[in-house]
């Protein structure tokens, strides 16, 4: 049995280029807006990680079945009609945070906005730098 290839690993698509192709004006605006957030959040450039996500920073992950690769720390996707990003939650004040970000919705290990408008971006930010905080603890650079 041979193990599926990882699609999402790192490649050489410049990540200013994909962002500019974004259709929708204002949600094209809004992922400049994360990239800036997340690279100084990070001290990480961005990276595209896979056809569609923008990733900052690197961890390598193994799991129990002994699959493992490597991730981005943290990042997002500009898809049509939200995006999302790719945060880790289970640290002290997730739920406090989550709770004043606004509106949005969640799957795993995701969060889905529609627009930046939509929640409070000084919450965002603090649930980014959380979610960071909380990787750096398992997965120390």
């Known amino acids: 049995m041979t193990k599926a290839e990882i699609k999402t690993k ?12 974004v259709a929708d004006e204002k949600q094209r605006a ?24 923008i990733g900052f920073g690197q961890y390598h992950y193994k799991y129990d079945s002994g ?28 739920a406090e945070l989550m709770a004043e970000l606004g509106k949005y919705k969640t799957g795993k290990s995701c969060l889905y906005i529609k627009r930046l408008s939509d929640v409070d971006e000084a919450v965002l930010e603090q649930l980014c730098a959380a979610s960071l905080r909380y990787m750096d603890s398992k997965y120390p650079e």
């Open 30 to 53: 809004d992922a400049h807006k994360l990239a800036q957030m997340m690279t100084r959040l990070t001290g990480h450039a961005p990276k595209m990680w896979g056809p569609s996500i």
């Open 10 to 21: 790192p490649t050489a698509v410049d990540v200013t280029a994909f962002i500019d192709a």
């Open 67 to 94: 699959r493992e690769g490597d991730m981005a720390r943290i990042g997002f996707s500009p898809r049509k009609g939200q995006t999302v990003l790719y945060i880790t939650d289970g640290f002290a004040g997730h």
